[in-house]
């Protein structure tokens, strides 16, 4: 069974990924990509990939009553839930169903575009960079995150290898997808590449901490395209892949979960 390298996932994975992954993982990385962009009061910001729209309300703090925010997806799924969710002190937030490549505003319409852990599932990635462009003003800026290599991210790695060994690699193809736009001279060659100017790029390390491994793991899994071959694997085989991740960090465990560190790139450039 081959897993989804998309990440396009329904309503109920949605509301999986907000409840599981957002807390754990992906909250903390939108914050610390909005706080990377220096998003400010009164900006017209866009999120795009915006998921369940972890940085655009990060964001829409930031930019404040005057601020205007603004989240697209292409998966309907995310921004059913992204709706749904309570709104957040600050901007006001317009959630849309749309494609990166044709980004439905004029030209020069944002002050700011965020796309966090989203280009490296884009198949056609400069297109969106230059949508992403188009739709900024002059001396506007994109902040883009892009996770670093999957072996320096070391519950990431031990996860594909113990889907990989035991369920099998198709199956860890969905998690493996997240780190294919990882090479820092290839992300500077892209936005280079794409007129961008001022390039500005940093590895922020992120020490997170999950809650016990033994519960998380296959609820992370339930949240991801991982999901289905999972669930397919015999019960010995779902069991010793969590076995193997909670072992893996073991003498990194306390009672309430285990701190691990996370570390992506923050790309930040100008029109």
């Known amino acids: 069974m081959t897993a989804s390298t998309q990440w396009q996932l329904a309503r109920e994975a949605a509301e999986r990924y907000e409840e599981i992954l957002v807390p754990a993982i992906l909250g903390p990385a939108a914050r610390a990509l909005v706080e ?3 998003a400010r009061e009164g900006e017209a910001v866009l999120d795009v990939g915006c998921g369940t729209g972890a940085a655009a309300r990060d964001a829409a703090r930031a ?3 005057t601020g205007r925010v603004t989240g697209v997806d292409v998966n309907s799924g995310m921004i059913e ?3 749904s969710l309570p709104p957040v002190e600050g901007a006001a937030i317009e959630w849309l169903c749309r494609s990166a490549y044709e980004l439905p505003f004029g030209e020069e319409s944002f002050d700011l575009v965020l796309c ?4 490296q599932f884009l198949q056609e990635r400069q297109l969106a960079l230059e949508e992403m462009r188009r739709v900024l003003k002059t001396g506007g800026r994109v902040a883009a995150s892009l996770w670093c290599d999957i072996r320096d991210n070391p519950y990431f790695h031990a996860l594909a290898e113990a889907v990989t060994r035991h369920i099998g690699a198709e199956t860890a193809l969905g998690l493996q997808a997240a780190f294919r736009l990882s ?3 290839t992300i500077r060659a892209l936005f280079i590449g794409n007129g961008y100017g001022e390039l500005r790029m940093v590895v922020q390390q992120l020490d997170l901490e999950l809650p016990p491994l033994l519960d ?4 992370h899994i339930s949240a991801t395209p991982m999901a289905a071959g999972f669930a ?5 085989e779902r069991q010793a892949v969590v076995q193997e991740v909670s072992e893996k960090f073991a003498l990194c465990a306390s009672e309430g979960g285990v701190r691990i560190p996370f570390r992506t790139h923050l790309i930040q450039a100008v029109k």
């Open 36 to 38: 990377f962009a220096r």
């Open 63 to 65: 930019a404040g009553q």
């Open 81 to 83: 839930v992204a709706g």
């Open 116 to 119: 966090a852990q989203t280009l």
């Open 183 to 185: 090479r820092e001279e």
């Open 216 to 219: 998380f793991v296959p609820r």
């Open 232 to 236: 397919a694997a015999s019960p010995e």
